[in-house]
């Protein structure tokens, strides 16, 4: 499901130059010349554009089917513009550039509220147990799958800036093209 986003209905805005020391980009997956070149429409213009998100610092632990905890850090990051959420790792983030920000609908951010639900399911792993032996059979083995569930309780969690690579579309209305899902909005 992907939102649909007007860009006059966008909040523009330009970085402040203080937010440029925090607020990190991520690293595109996509190349917007081959995207461009894949749907036939070689000469449209792109301007480039940061677009708002979230990244969520979380420490915490992971429980144990016999109780044993894990302690983890996990950095989530938020896209408002595909409402979702994933683990990403450090060499997904770059340092932030000076252009043009563009955030989303306000009710496009997810709430704390909603987050606490949603990072005990993001981060509770299923996990190869202890090897058993069927009672009746030497040979037969089976191996079970335990669940480890993220302790929301003893947690930390914050928040930061983060900043999706973006292009605007000059189409005859303009689009704005999503750096890491290739997704116009």
């Known amino acids: 499901y992907a939102p649909k986003f007007e860009v006059d209905e966008i909040e523009e805005r330009k970085t402040p130059s203080e937010e440029l020391t925090s607020p990190k980009t991520l690293r595109p997956l996509i190349d917007p ?18 677009l708002d998100a979230r990244l969520w610092l979380v420490a915490g632990e992971l429980k144990g089917p016999n109780g044993q ?24 983030i770059l340092k ?4 043009r920000c563009i955030g989303p609908n306000t009710s496009s951010w997810i709430t704390k509220e909603r987050f606490s639900q949603e990072v005990v399911r993001l981060l509770s792993v299923r996990r190869r147990g202890e090897i058993t032996k069927s009672e009746s ?22 928040t930061t800036g983060l900043y999706i690579p973006g292009w605007i579309v000059h189409f005859e209305e303009e689009k704005l093209l999503h750096g890491r899902n290739g997704r116009l909005f």
């Open 33 to 50: 010349e081959v995207w461009i070149s894949q749907r036939g429409m070689e000469g449209v213009g792109l301007s480039p554009v940061l």
């Open 69 to 92: 905890l894990e302690p983890g850090t996990w950095k989530i990051f938020e896209d408002p513009w595909a409402l979702s959420l994933q683990i990403i790792e450090n060499e997904e």
């Open 96 to 99: 932030s550039a000076d252009l």
């Open 137 to 158: 059979s030497s040979s037969v083995r089976s191996t079970l799958l335990q669940k480890w569930e993220f302790d929301l309780d003893g947690s930390n969690i914050r």
